[in-house]
């Protein structure tokens, strides 16, 4: 693809050799991945193929969410195609598909991701239910495409955790972290690219959510709002299971034991294919189990102690989670000694994120911000 400044750029995707799923020849999945892209250009996005009329007129209103959430980043373009068909008018999150009844789910063997796995495969979600076939791991994502053994190592442990339900799993890499690398946005575009590039063989995709309909951290890039916006004629892109919070998908994939054990939620271990157990996301991870009283996943070293818990340094977004956690915490008629050590650990946090003026609702914090939008 070439920039508004004339450099050129490769966004590429990669399969197996020896996969049995052909690719879709329509140019909808390079539409989706370039999206941010265009947005924050804020020039017109010439595609040279033919794309779903039904993805366009998506992308329309994908992009006025965006644009209205981070007028600072983004603006609306237009996106231009040499072609375009499957006009026929649908609502977003609808497919008309190839008739093949069939949905794929984005994987990587996670919380999120395998509640999602979980309630579809064993038809647990009434009318909302699926009919799941296959999951998709890409590298490149949460593996970055230098670590091949690591990713190698993960698709080996996928595949022993789905060998009991029957579905496939599909590998699949791409480079399009690296080109698109404000990864808190972007992963959405990245994510259902890869999914829509095999709507030869599924006209459904399943994204599990990463926070519920009540929480306000929704300006994530894969939410219930947009994600569905993001669907073609071809395949639709469904977010999936909002409705549950995250201790609650832990207690339920205590019924499927190969997931919970072998749980990989880490991105910050140096063996990419493991849990390090002390970033911000472990720990608030392992804290979800103490809440919920479950017991600790054969894939974390270690849990962690009161002294450890005090001593946490998070994030603004950790921190706002590990608030979030705390008050349901506080609600319990008996309360742990981890919950105290919970209570001093954001005490802590929150005082020094204020103080420096990196936190969200500090006064500082707020004139940085806008000192930086300005100097932009």
Not at 95 to 109: E, K, M, N, P, V
Not at 233 to 262: C, F, N, Q, S, V
Not at 306 to 314: H, N, P, Q, T, V
Request: net charge neutral; aromatic share 8%; proline share 4%.
């Amino acid at each position: 693809m070439e920039k508004p400044d004339g450099q050129r750029e490769t966004l590429w995707y990669r399969l197996p050799e020896t996969g049995r799923h052909s690719v879709d020849d329509s140019a909808d999945c390079f539409a989706v991945a370039n999206i941010f892209g265009a947005m924050e250009s804020g020039v017109d996005c010439v595609v040279h193929g033919r794309v779903s009329g039904v993805l366009l007129r998506n992308l329309s209103e994908f992009q006025a969410v965006w644009s209205s959430w981070f007028p600072e980043l983004y603006k609306s373009v237009e996106i231009i195609a040499d072609a375009e068909d499957g006009q026929t008018a649908m609502g977003a999150g609808e497919s008309r598909g190839l008739g093949l009844d069939a949905a794929i789910a984005a994987y990587t063997g996670g919380i999120d991701s395998s509640y999602t796995v979980m309630r579809h495969s064993r038809k647990l979600c009434g009318r909302m239910t699926q009919p799941l076939k296959a999951c998709l791991f890409v590298h490149g994502f949460d593996i970055p495409l230098a670590d091949v053994e690591p990713f190698e190592r993960v698709v080996k442990r996928l595949e022993k955790t789905l060998s009991g339900t029957g579905l496939e799993l599909i590998s699949m890499a791409s480079n399009h972290k690296e080109l698109y690398p404000r990864w808190d946005h972007t992963h959405i575009a990245g994510v259902a690219s890869c999914l829509m590039l095999l709507s030869k063989s599924f006209d459904r995709a399943l994204i599990g959510s990463t926070y519920t309909y009540n929480e306000v951290s929704m300006k994530w890039g894969s939410n219930p709002i947009t994600d569905r916006l993001l669907s073609s004629h071809r395949i639709a892109i469904l977010h999936d299971g909002a409705e549950t919070g995250r201790g609650a998908k832990m207690a339920a994939l205590r019924g499927w034991p190969e997931a919970y054990d072998d749980l990989r939620i880490c991105w910050s271990a140096p063996n990419k294919d493991e849990n390090c157990g002390t970033c911000g996301k472990c720990a608030l991870t392992l804290l979800g189990f103490r809440f919920k009283k479950l017991p600790l996943p054969k894939s974390f070293p270690s849990g962690l102690s009161e002294a450890r818990i005090e001593s946490l340094e998070f994030d603004e977004s950790h921190l706002n989670a590990a608030e979030t956690l705390l008050r349901f915490a506080l609600r319990e008629p008996q309360q742990e000694p981890w919950v105290a050590a919970l209570k001093k650990c954001v005490e802590t946090n929150r005082k020094r994120l204020n103080s420096d003026g990196s936190g969200k609702g500090s006064f500082y914090g707020r004139v940085k911000r806008r000192l930086s939008r300005l100097s932009k």
